[in-house]
Nanobody, 122 residues
Framework: VQLQASGGGLVQAGGSLRLSCAASGRSISSYAMGWFRQAPGKERELVAAISWSGGSTYYADSVKGRFTVSRDNAKNTVYLQMNSLKPEDTAVYYC????????????????WGQGTQVTVSS
């Protein structure tokens, strides 16, 4: 599976961005999908994840109520809607695939995409 993240950019605090992760090579419909981020000097952290069916989701406390993860299995794509962005959301955002949501939360991912930069100015 090849994962291509897009949609990053520069936005002012309080603004919104929508990231997309398009998969190719095979269907991701049986995979849990997640979004990670890594800021300079910090460890990579799981921001949001969604089960293969979309029936279960996970959010880091820092983004609950502001970010929404969704998927369209017919389009082989996963999304991350980011609202009320804060300067501390600035990071490179990555998408990843894992066989289960539990493995995703444990950071046991099978596939990684390249990152897309999100910069939030104050």
């Amino acid at each position: 599976v090849q994962l291509q993240a897009s949609g990053g950019g520069l936005v002012q605090a309080g603004g919104s961005l929508r990231l997309s992760c398009a998969a190719s090579g095979r269907s991701i419909s049986s995979y849990a999908m997640g979004w990670f981020r890594q800021a300079p000097g910090k460890e990579r952290e799981l921001v949001a994840a969604i089960s293969w069916s979309g029936g279960s989701t996970y959010y880091a406390d820092s983004v609950k109520g502001r970010f929404t993860v969704s998927r369209d299995n017919a389009k082989n794509t996963v999304y991350l809607q980011m609202n009320s962005l804060k300067p501390e959301d600035t990071a490179v955002y990555y998408c990843a695939a894992a066989t289960t949501l539990v493995r995703m939360i444990r950071l046991e991912c099978d596939y990684w995409g390249q990152g897309t930069q999100v910069t939030v100015s104050s």
